[in-house]
């Protein structure tokens, strides 16, 4: 049985410790900070699908080596970190931030997701490296 499926096999009252999946990238366990940052790294025998990207299907083209996750709670922290360069990316800011994130001429608002549907990261900012 692979570590995946024990994993699955077990009673929903124990909590699964193991980060596993397959993919693009492979988590880093040495740069892993919880509760302030996750790093993932590119997985180097990924062979993306033929098709093209599309959502969450498709081909996925990695073209970082280094994805870091940093958790940082307060949304005006983040759009701080934003406008410093800090980060790279800031997922669903706050609706009020939209003025001041326009009139930044480093920084832009983008529709990434226009597939309707809701999904969190619970307050997750992400640096590519």
């Given at each position: 049985m692979q570590k995946s499926e024990k994993d699955a096999a077990k009673p929903v009252t124990e909590a699964v410790t193991a980060n596993i999946g397959?993919?693009?990238f492979k988590f880093n366990h040495a740069l892993?900070?919880?509760g302030a940052s996750f790093a993932y790294d590119r997985n180097?025998?990924?062979?993306?699908r033929s098709e093209p990207s599309d959502g969450f299907?498709?081909?996925k083209i990695v073209k970082v080596d280094r994805v870091i996750w940093?958790?940082?709670g307060d949304q005006q922290t983040a759009l701080a970190a934003l406008q410093a360069g800090e980060i790279d990316f800031l997922e669903g800011p706050p609706a009020d931030f939209?003025?001041?994130i326009e009139s930044d001429p480093n920084l832009a608002l983008q529709v990434l997701d226009t597939s309707r549907q809701v999904y969190y990261l619970h307050e997750l900012?992400?640096?590519a490296v």
């Open positions: 397959s993919g693009p892993a900070k919880p180097e025998k990924y062979v993306p299907a498709g081909g940093d958790l940082i939209y003025p001041e900012f992400a640096k």
